[in-house]
């Protein structure tokens, strides 16, 4: 079936610290996954996407992390700041002919404490 | 600043009634969705359009929901008969291509009395 799934729900951090939050799906066939921030009263904005022919890719302080072996994702987040706190979402890309969707994971609460 | 417009921000409306939700992108794009978003639950797919027509709709998405682009700019989501338990956020997305990320627009919070 579809799904996507996140272990954690709330995940807090001090200032400064490396965030790491993880998520599952279940979908083998799947071959592109997007990491999505959602701020209070925002809609989800996009940070970093990786495609299953890679197991890492790098953005600016920003580091997605793809296991094809065990279907997992994570996303590392380097010396968090306050402004990083959000809900993160990781999303699996579904495709069939001539359309796509994202199911989304149940989302992590970082809290970023000064 | 997202990619598109939505409006209004919020909806209160009455069970029963009509409610149309407006999604304006800033620049041309291919592929439109929606999305809704229970409070505190995670995002879930409407539908899917493309090239003036539904490519893939939810079961969520039944004979109570419309989608249309009435003047090539506008992607509008029209909720014929208002459930308590359609209230929720609504999200628009665009995307350029397929296997491209989409971005979104801020929601319209519908609340549904």
């Known amino acids: 079936g579809e799904s996507v799934g996140l272990h954690l729900p709330t995940l807090s951090v001090q200032e400064g610290d490396n965030s790491i939050i993880n998520c599952a799906y279940s979908n083998s066939a799947s071959d592109y996954f997007i990491w999505y921030k959602q701020e209070s009263g925002k809609g989800p904005q996009f940070i970093i996407d990786?495609?299953?022919?890679?197991d890492k890719r790098q953005g600016q302080r920003v580091t997605v992390l793809l296991n094809k072996t065990v279907k997992h994702l994570s996303l590392q987040i380097a010396a968090t700041q306050p402004g990083d706190s959000a809900v993160y979402f990781c999303a699996e890309n579904i495709m069939n002919t001539g359309f796509q969707k994202l199911v989304f994971g149940t989302g992590t609460r970082l809290l970023v404490s000064p | 600043e997202p990619e598109v417009t939505q409006t209004p921000s919020h909806q209160v409306t009455q069970m029963g009634q009509e409610v149309i939700l407006r999604c304006v992108p800033i620049?041309?794009?291919?592929?439109f969705y929606w999305y809704r978003q229970i409070l505190g639950q995670k995002v879930e797919f409407l539908v899917s359009?493309?090239?003036?027509?539904?490519?893939?709709k939810s079961e969520i998405f039944d004979d109570q929901f419309s989608v249309e682009r009435p003047d090539g700019s506008n992607f509008t989501l029209k909720i014929r008969s208002t459930k308590l338990e359609d209230s929720a956020m609504y999200f628009c997305?665009?995307?350029?291509?397929?296997?491209?990320?989409?971005?979104f627009g801020d929601g319209t919070r519908l609340s549904i009395l």
């Open positions: 990786i495609r299953s022919n890679m």
């Open positions: 620049s041309n794009h291919l592929y």
């Open positions: 997305a665009i995307a350029d291509r397929i296997n491209q990320p989409q971005h």
């Open positions: 359009f493309y090239n003036n027509e539904i490519s893939e």
